[in-house]
């Protein structure tokens, strides 16, 4: 007779969170329209901001930094927004399948869920970014690795902060239903201008500054920027923006989880149901 394996404790968690991310593996596989935003989207927005740079440089007799801007932009800015839409699109299937209360009678416990989708969120990003990363390289000579290893604690925050915008997404759609999944994909664009994404903050109107400062992306692509112009290691900005994400997720987890509990008490699975 065969044996079944049970797992405990560490082992189960490990096997529900590679069960969610195999879940959603097959989600894409099934849906090759949802490569778009993986692999679409992000191709034009590099062709469209550098294209800009390089027509910027020629107007203004070479000013390259214009074009290293918007190519250094727009690059970390899908660390960011990948990271972000993958974490909040992954919880919106379950609800546009209507698998939301199959999920919460299981043993799975939210983090376990959490982890999971942004598991796979994270092959994604590696997708999304490294489709920016080649197409910059291949069009307009933009490497990369100009960033040296400044890259890895820059993209690291930004990574953080999309899930942290995503839990706050999540948290929204619990409480007010599919109203609000809109801002799966348009809160980020609030949060883009405010973050001098391309640009330092300085740049913004004076009213908007002082909400910009508070941003910790604003303080990462300040980071992002340094490293590309060959400066020195940003410590000032690169500690800014460790704070602010912290923070970020510290605010996150704590509104998904009071939304989470408002969900159940009130009986707005029925909702998904």
């Not at 999309?162 to 999944?181: M, N, P, Y």
């Not at 949060?191 to 903050?201: A, H, K």
Request: net charge positive; proline share 4%.
């Amino acid at each position: 007779m065969p044996t079944i394996e049970v797992y405990h404790g560490a082992a189960a968690s490990f096997w529900r969170v590679m069960a969610i991310a195999r879940r959603h593996a097959y989600v894409l596989q099934r849906s090759p329209h949802r490569l778009f935003d993986i692999i679409v989207w992000p191709v034009v927005d590099v062709i469209l901001f550098g294209t800009i740079g390089v027509f910027a440089a020629g107007r203004l007799g070479g000013a390259g930094q214009v074009a290293l801007y918007l190519l250094v932009g727009v690059v970390l800015w899908h660390v960011v927004y990948q990271a972000q839409i993958s974490l909040a699109t992954g919880f919106l299937e379950e609800t546009w399948s209507r698998t939301v209360l199959s999920l919460l009678v299981t043993p799975m416990r939210e983090w376990e869920y959490v982890a999971g989708v942004a598991l796979f969120g994270l092959v994604k990003l590696l997708g999304g970014v490294g489709a920016v990363a080649l197409i910059a390289w291949a069009a307009y000579a933009f490497k990369i690795t100009t960033l040296g290893w400044g890259l890895i604690p820059v993209a690291a925050l930004l990574l953080a902060v999309g899930w942290a915008i995503a839990l706050f997404v999540i948290g929204l759609v619990l409480r007010f239903g599919s109203g609000a999944e809109a801002l799966a994909w348009g809160i980020l664009f609030v949060v883009m201008p405010l973050s001098g994404t391309f640009y330092p903050v300085s740049a913004l109107p004076a009213v908007l500054r002082p909400i910009g400062t508070l941003l910790p992306t604003t303080h990462a692509f300040a980071a992002g920027r340094a490293f590309a112009q060959g400066a020195a290691t940003p410590w000032h900005e690169l500690g800014l923006a460790a704070a602010g994400t912290a923070v970020m997720l510290a605010l996150g987890f704590g509104y998904v989880v009071w939304m989470l509990r408002v969900f159940r008490a009130r009986g707005f699975v029925t909702r998904y149901s």
